[in-house]
């Protein structure tokens, strides 16, 4: 079993800059991928942005390209969301997920989540 534990979110005012963690524990852990996803009180849970462990590949939603940025230290196992230019929108409850297999950006692939951390961006 693997855990997921995130980490770093807060208030802030719009304009403002955050970064997230998401460190993985329990078994050997060797991620295939991890992401972040985000969900709005009233919305649907959204893809924001997903990296591939072993090729650093890295993709992001429409919405927070060129905003926000994920990497990865392997060594902590433990994947990163630096989310610069905050906006009201981004307000958001931001769960860390791992692994599993399929598009990257439909929640039903991904075998693991975290609990959740919430961000509130004041406008």
């Known amino acids: 079993q693997v855990q997921l534990v995130e980490s770093g979110g807060g208030l802030v005012q719009a304009g403002g800059s955050l970064r997230l963690s998401c460190a993985a524990s329990?078994?050997?852990?060797?991620?295939?991928?991890m992401g972040w996803f985000r969900q709005a009180p009233g919305k649907e849970r959204e893809f924001v942005s997903v990296?591939?462990?072993?090729?650093?590949?890295?993709y992001y939603a429409d919405s927070v390209k060129g905003r926000f940025t994920i990497s990865r230290d392997n060594a902590k196992n433990t994947v990163y969301l630096q989310m610069n230019s905050l906006k009201p929108e981004d307000t958001a409850i931001y769960y860390c997920?791992?692994?599993?297999?399929?598009?990257?950006?439909?929640?039903?692939?991904?075998?693991?989540w975290g609990q959740g951390t919430q961000v509130t961006i004041s406008s």
């Open positions: 997920a791992a692994d599993g297999s399929g598009v990257y950006d439909y929640r039903a692939t991904y075998d693991y």
């Open positions: 329990g078994r050997t852990f060797s991620s295939y991928r």
């Open positions: 990296i591939y462990w072993t090729t650093g590949r890295t």
